[in-house]
C-alpha cells in the first residue's frame, strides 16, 4: 500500500497547484529524504529533491 501511495502522490505532484487556488508547497518525503517537491508561484522552500529530512 504504501509504495503504491508513494508512486500516487509522485504523479499527483505537478499538477497541485492548477488543482488548488492557493499558493502552496507540497513536498513528498520517506523517512529519511524530500523525494520531490512542487513550489509555489511565490511560496518557495530552500529544499530540493534529494536533500536529508529535517526535524
Excluded at 43 to 48: A, F, S, T
Aim: no cysteine; aromatic share 2%; proline share 5%.
Amino acid at each position: 500500500m504504501g509504495e503504491q501511495l508513494m508512486k500516487a502522490m509522485l504523479q499527483v505532484l505537478p499538477f497541485l497547484g492548477e488543482l488548488i487556488d492557493e499558493d502552496m508547497v507540497v513536498s513528498v518525503s520517506d523517512t529519511e529524504k524530500i523525494i520531490d517537491i512542487a513550489q509555489g508561484n511565490k511560496l518557495k522552500m530552500p529544499i530540493k529533491p534529494g536533500d536529508v529530512r529535517g526535524m
